[in-house]
């Protein structure tokens, strides 16, 4: 089996990471990124396609027909967008490109998410994510993978996610230790990558939605490594 892949927010934490292990997996014959600036991390280009546009309107039109495997990392802050442009992108941005790939046939979608993720929290944060797995949901793909892992350990901004600074620091401390599970296991943008490319091209886990949480994300991460 081979397929054709689409990682959008490559330049991020996560998405960067899930590029860096796409281009290992050998069933995946093609990798096209679409990100506004440079992927500034290093990976094996030799199946990969990058292209840059600034403005994210085009975007949905540069997602090509035979794209089997989606994987979204793309993601932003409100610190960064403010809380309008927050949603604009991470929710309706992920929503619409994900349609057209549905539209054009892609039949896998992998979303990273995060732990708390509901469609009624109080916090917006977290209602924001769950928002976008309902409605990505709604789209019905053959499979939808979504990954809800905790703090993410190794963030470039300072303010991103729902964790502030502190926090950040925190999973940092209890990274993989027995006090883990007291910060909702902090994961790795590399553990977040390699549980979700692990999955994608899983076959022997058929269900149509995986929801996967940051406790098995670190199994399934230690699995792969
Ligand atoms: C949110 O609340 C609605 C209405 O009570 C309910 O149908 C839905 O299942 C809830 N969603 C989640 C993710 O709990």
């Keep these: ?12 934490l996560c ?32 199946k990969v396609k990058n292209v840059i546009a600034k403005s994210s309107d085009s975007w949905a039109d540069l997602i090509p027909k035979d794209v089997n ?23 309706d941005l992920n929503v619409e490109l994900a349609k057209r790939a549905k539209s054009q ?11 708390g993720a509901n469609e009624n929290s109080s916090f917006y944060y977290m ?21 809800r892992p905790g703090p993410l350990i190794g963030q470039r901004d300072k303010d991103k996610g729902f964790m502030n600074g ?20 902090p994961a790795s943008g590399e553990d977040v990558a390699k ?8 076959h022997s886990r058929t269900s149509k939605i995986q929801i996967i949480e940051s406790k098995e994300i670190l199994e399934l991460a230690s699995e792969a490594a």
């Design 166 to 185: 502190l926090s950040a620091k925190l999973g940092q401390l209890l990274y993989k230790t027995r006090l883990q599970r007291l910060l909702s296991y």
């Design 69 to 91: 495997i989606m994987f979204s990392g793309l993601a932003t802050t409100m610190g960064e967008a403010g809380k309008d442009n927050f949603y604009k992108v991470d929710h």
């Design 15 to 46: 998405g960067s990471a899930i590029l860096k292990f796409a281009a290992k997996e050998p069933s995946f014959a093609t990798i096209l990124t679409i990100t506004r600036r440079e992927i500034k991390d290093s990976y094996d280009a030799s």
């Design 127 to 147: 209602k924001t994510k769950g928002e976008i797995e309902r409605d990505i949901l709604a789209l019905n793909f053959d499979k939808t993978i979504i990954l």
């Design 195 to 202: 549980a979700g490319v692990k999955l994608a091209v899983d």
């Design 105 to 115: 046939g892609c039949s896998t979608y992998v979303l990273v998410s995060s732990v």
């Design 1 to 12: 089996m081979s397929f054709n892949v689409l990682i959008l927010g490559a330049t991020g």
